[in-house]
């Protein structure tokens, strides 16, 4: 029968008139189909508005999806029961991922430069490779900048020049340290203008101004180039033959 210039039968509706309107009064309107395929096009208008939730049990294909309770540059994730929604702590703007509240991310990427800000705690489980090459002059420079301390558990090998602006502690856990030296040459050089230096090298064993430790040089021979002053109050030689080319020696000279 008629209704409002439409046709109802049973419960459903068709409507005539601007709205274009298939509805049930009383039940849901389910669709079906003898070749398994329906399409709302121009067989039915332009768009079609469901003003209720639609359920689709089978594969869906869309060309466009605009979610509304979406935000822009918010990245999209799957919460509880398969629903798309999104986090105001996950977000991409088309150059830089960010994770974290606004303007105090714990995690920046940028998609262009690969520039990466991490502010919490960073594991590696495998190998940490470097392949900068940039060299390093000072503390503040080079591949890698360390603003605080650095532990390294195991062997470190340096490939060039090692500078160390503060003291060389060698601590085997309370039991005797040994620092090893592969080369053949320890060498003071005066420090490079416009700083100062005398290039004195200085060897000191224990606390004190003098030292209060001993230090043990264990060499097949010991050779002194230059002149050799001992500014002691007792000298010993302990060997059993001592040879001086000099055949003149100086005793009690001041």
């Not at 890698?144 to 062997?155: M, Y």
């Amino acid at each position: 029968g008629g209704a409002a210039g439409g046709v109802t039968m049973g419960n459903v509706t068709i409507a005539k008139g601007n709205l274009n309107t298939i509805s049930t009064r009383d039940a849901n309107l389910i669709i079906d189909s003898h070749n398994g395929q329906i399409t709302l096009g121009d067989e039915i208008g332009d768009s079609v508005n469901i003003m209720g939730t639609l359920d689709v049990n089978g594969q869906s294909t869309l060309y466009s999806v605009n979610v509304q309770d979406l935000t822009n540059n918010r990245i999209v994730i799957v919460g509880e029961d398969g629903e798309l929604e999104d986090d105001d702590k996950f977000r991409f703007d088309g150059n830089d991922l960010d994770i974290g509240v606004a303007d105090s991310e714990t995690f920046t990427v940028n998609v262009v430069t690969g520039d990466t800000a991490i502010a919490g705690k960073l594991d590696v489980g495998g190998v940490f490779a470097i392949t900068a090459t940039d060299q390093s002059n000072e503390p503040a420079d080079g591949a890698l900048r360390v603003a605080g301390g650095a532990g390294i558990a195991r062997n470190l090998n340096v490939g060039e020049d090692a500078t160390v602006d503060g003291f060389i502690t060698v601590d085997n856990g309370g039991v005797e340290g040994v620092l090893k030296l592969y080369g053949n040459k320890i060498e003071s050089t005066p420090v490079p203008v416009p700083e100062t230096g005398s290039g004195m090298f200085t060897i000191k064993s224990g606390t004190g101004s003098t030292g209060s430790d001993d230090i043990t040089i264990d060499a097949r021979k010991t050779i002194i180039t230059g002149n050799l002053l001992v500014e002691g109050t007792t000298t010993t030689v302990d060997s059993t033959t001592v040879a001086i080319a000099d055949k003149t020696i100086l005793l009690n000279k001041d």
